[in-house]
């Protein structure tokens, strides 16, 4: 049978603004404040998912969420009518505001966790939604994350789906981002890697001193026990804590894989050859062969690594076996990111070519092309299975360019969060937005 990677990218939402919400987020942190531009990251994101949909990948679109998260307000105590919640909040806690008003859930790669059928104990696509509890702006998206998932892919016979994890520090869970599938083949078993922060209950696990580590063993292994993944399917490794002190906030910010290639930075992992030794073992016990393609610290520092966001690329698999890497303008703007790039394409190894995409509005938040997408692997009867309505189509790029031009400003500050008109847009914007992809009622507006 067939079988498919799909990337299901998030559709950036009406509220797009610089929070300077993510410690740890070296470009979060740096653009705070800035104005941003809901309307052009939107559409910079809908011409990545064109591109890819050109080349002949199957892509699909996850909707934002309802922002300001009212809601939430209520819950640290704001009282009043939507209006006077936003603007109490705005006047007393302005911090809150912005939280409540991040559309962050435009990083899909943290949406979830996905399990393709291949692996899983009883023959489903497991789906578990990431607490992401480490920030509070994240950790409010699960419920409506998993409202979403549910209503794309609905059928339970093909579909399983778990709810986030209990929302505490030692069940840090950031989803896809720190979690790479290798394979031979999309509908074949594969090794599902899942790379951790910190361990919450053992101590011979360093942390790292500055930033926080957001993801725990103790997630990661709870998923894998969720999901019904076999051990002889899974490898764990632990992120340098070196490398988060630097700004490596998850570990698709310094390593990507696809198929049977990892291609990773030096300092990525602590332990590298027992982890490779042991993706390579397990690989081969379903017919694969490792290919680490390793970029050198002399080549590239990590440095230059978080400022250009090189790993945070799509791996994409090529019809000739080999690869295409989706990389963020700013890869092209490095002078030592580039010129590793051109070595690179240039040498007959498994990454053939590079390509370039403008992600510059969700690049100042810290999010790059891998950001954008969660890789959900279906075989074909899977893959008919998923809701048509957000399935990407030419027809449905027009419709969502004009949907986005008809709702979205083009210019948000800090100050234009605590206009209350920005919830009634919104909440027009999504009311629609459901009807185009075909949803349902998944908002909490349509759900009161
Ligand atoms: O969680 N930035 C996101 C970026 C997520 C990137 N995702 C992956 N690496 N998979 C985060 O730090 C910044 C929001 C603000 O500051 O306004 C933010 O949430």
Redesign the pocket.
């Known amino acids: 049978m067939r079988a498919f990677e799909m990337n299901v990218d998030g559709l950036v939402g009406p509220t797009h ?6 410690y ?2 070296v ?3 740096r ?2 404040h800035e104005a941003s531009s809901p309307r052009e990251a939107a559409r910079q994101g809908l011409a990545k998912m064109k591109a890819l949909m050109d080349m002949g990948y199957q892509q699909a679109v996850l909707a934002p969420q309802e922002r300001p998260d009212v809601a939430a307000l209520r819950r640290l105590g704001f009282t009043g009518n939507d209006a006077e919640v936003i603007q109490r909040a705005a006047r007393e806690a302005m911090p809150l505001l ?1 939280a409540s008003c ?3 859930s435009m ?1 899909t ?2 949406a979830c966790t996905v399990s393709p059928s291949a692996d899983t104990a009883d023959g489903r696509v497991h789906f578990t939604a990431a607490n ?1 509890n ?2 509070f ?2 950790s409010i998206e699960h419920p409506t994350t998993s409202r979403v998932l549910q209503a794309m892919f609905a059928d339970p016979q093909h579909f399983a789906h778990h709810p986030a994890l209990p929302a505490v520090a030692q069940f840090g869970d ?4 720190n979690h790479t599938r290798l394979c031979k083949g999309y509908g074949e078993p594969g090794v599902e890697f899942f790379v951790f922060g910190r361990s919450a209950f053992d101590s011979r696990f360093p942390a790292p001193a500055r930033y926080p580590a ?1 993801q725990t063993l103790e997630a990661s292994q709870a998923i894998v026990r969720l999901h019904g993944l076999s051990e002889a399917g899974v490898v764990y490794a632990q992120q340098s804590p070196a490398v988060i002190d630097q700004g490596v ?2 570990n ?2 310094i390593a990507v894989g696809n198929g049977e290639v990892l291609f990773y930075h030096q300092d990525a992992f602590l332990d590298t050859e027992r982890v490779l030794a042991e993706l390579a073992d397990k690989l081969a016990r379903v017919g694969g062969r490792l290919q680490a393609v390793c970029v050198p610290r002399e080549a590239v520092s990590v440095e230059d690594a978080v400022r250009s966001y090189l790993f ?1 690329s799509q791996l994409l698999s090529r019809s000739d076996g080999r690869m295409r890497l989706i990389v963020p303008e700013e890869c092209r703007n490095n002078a030592a990111v580039w010129r590793y790039l051109e070595g690179l394409t240039a040498s007959a190894g498994a990454i053939a070519e590079v390509q370039v995409f403008d992600l510059k509005q ?1 690049m100042q ?4 092309p ?3 997408r969660l890789r959900v692997a279906l075989n074909e009867v899977e893959l008919a299975a998923v809701n048509p309505g957000v399935i990407m189509t030419p027809a449905l790029y027009d419709s969502l360019n004009l949907w986005v031009d008809k709702h979205y400003r083009d210019r948000l500050s800090e100050h234009d969060l605590s206009d209350p008109h920005l919830l009634t847009e919104c909440r027009t914007a999504l009311d629609e937005l459901t009807q185009i992809l075909k949803l349902g009622a998944v908002y909490p507006f349509q759900l009161a």
């Not at 603004?17 to 993510?22: A, F, R």
């Not at 938040?365 to 790059?368: A, F, L, Y």
């Open positions: 603004n610089y929070g300077g919400l993510s740890g987020n470009a979060s942190q653009n705070c912005v991040s559309a962050s990083w790669a943290n992401l480490c920030k702006h994240r950031e989803g896809a981002a957001r906030f998850h698709d910010v945070n969700s938040n810290g999010g790059g891998a950001c954008l």
